[in-house]
């Protein structure tokens, strides 16, 4: 079975500054997917970046980077020039890569972020 | 285009009581999933459909959970006799066929049984 673990429960930055989200996982499987999920307060989850596991070039979407390292299984998320409305519970999550679709996500505890003005 | 809409957003119940959630899907995607979080705790898979089918249920804590997806739209969630630990945010996603799609999430419903 598959787990994923934040060891962060809260984290709390100042606006404009750089912040990084900590994230292990533990798999057998070769091919799979991994995810960074945004929870702002009172709205749905979100997604914020997707890193397939064959891919050694780490992702990056616009502010967002994540550092992948497939060996350590490691999968720690970057927030650069840190805005209010990053404010939000983020989640990382595995998923199984299967030929027939998607299968169910694995999701750690969670990050409370706190982007302070 | 609307997303993933889960009804009710809050619901208070007494333990014993029955409660029914359900989540309607964006149009047009086949997999519909159910996830739970326990405060505190990881969110933790419960079923996913393919359309009307039951595609993996290993999720289902017991035989008090009774998830239905009629006709492969819209989905329902019911907790029969409803316990204290059944307590948490309940989340609903959906996402289109393929080899890898993005699944949109829901509010979620927060159920407190007291």
């Known amino acids: 079975a598959q787990t994923v673990t934040q060891s962060q429960p809260e984290m709390s930055v100042q606006e404009a500054e750089t912040v990084t989200l900590s994230c292990t996982y533990d798999?057998?499987?070769?091919?799979?997917?991994l995810f960074w999920y945004k929870q702002p307060p009172s709205r749905q989850m979100i997604l914020v970046i997707r890193?397939?596991?064959?891919?050694?070039q780490n992702a990056t979407e616009n502010r967002f980077s994540v550092n992948f390292q497939k060996a350590a299984k490691s999968f720690s998320l970057k927030i650069s020039d840190s805005q209010l409305g990053d404010t939000a519970m983020y989640f990382c999550?595995?998923?199984?890569?299967?030929?027939?679709?998607?299968?169910?996500?694995?999701f750690g505890k969670g990050t409370r972020l706190s982007v302070i003005a | 285009e609307a997303g993933v809409t889960q009804f009710p957003s809050h619901s208070v119940i007494e333990k014993g009581q029955t409660v029914t959630l359900r989540c309607d899907p964006i149009?047009?995607?086949?997999?519909l999933y159910w996830y739970r979080r326990v405060m505190g705790k990881e969110i933790k898979f419960l079923l996913h459909?393919?359309?009307?089918?039951?595609?993996?249920e290993s999720g289902m804590p017991n035989n008090r959970f009774l998830a239905e997806r009629t006709g492969g739209t819209y989905s329902t969630l019911k907790v029969q006799p409803a316990e204290l630990e059944d307590s948490g945010v309940y989340f609903c996603?959906?996402?289109?066929?393929?080899?890898?799609?993005?699944?949109?999430f829901g509010q979620g419903t927060r159920l407190t049984v007291v």
């Open positions: 798999t057998s499987e070769n091919n799979y997917y």
């Open positions: 999550a595995f998923m199984k890569s299967l030929n027939s679709g998607n299968t169910p996500l694995v």
């Open positions: 890193q397939e596991a064959y891919k050694q």
């Open positions: 149009s047009g995607h086949d997999n």
């Open positions: 459909f393919v359309k009307e089918s039951k595609q993996d």
């Open positions: 996603a959906s996402s289109r066929t393929g080899l890898w799609t993005e699944a949109f």
